[in-house]
Nanobody, 125 residues
């Protein structure tokens, strides 16, 4: 079992920055990929970014490319999402997810095995 806990959400002004953290515990040795998703009210859960735990390769949704950066600290079993140039449309609950192995997709929610509780990000304009 893997437990994921997000933190760092809050209220930020448009154009500002915020850094989210996701701390993993439990059977973290089984994690191959970690990702960030977000979900706004009335919308589907949307892929944001993912990172390979071992190699550090990253991939971003077009909507956040150039503004967001995903990174990891393997020693701390933690992944981060640095969000810059925030827009009102970035307002959502942000979820951290972990995949044990490749299940067909790392840009879809069903490609992940474990999820955090989510952290609210609100961007004011």
């Amino acid at each position: 079992q893997v437990q994921l806990v997000e933190s760092g959400g809050g209220l930020v002004q448009a154009g500002g920055s915020l850094r989210l953290s996701c701390a993993a515990s439990g059977r973290t040795f089984s994690i191959s990929t970690m990702g960030w998703f977000r979900q706004a009210p009335g919308k589907e859960r949307e892929f944001v970014a993912h990172i390979m735990w071992s190699g550090g390769n990253t991939y971003y949704a077009d909507s956040v490319k150039g503004r967001f950066t995903i990174s990891r600290d393997n020693a701390k079993n933690t992944v981060y999402l640095q969000m810059n140039s925030l827009k009102s449309e970035d307002t959502a609950v942000y979820y951290c997810a972990a995949a044990q192995y490749y299940r067909g997709s790392h840009v879809r929610p069903d490609g992940y095995d474990y999820w955090g509780q989510g952290t609210q990000v609100t961007v004011s304009s």
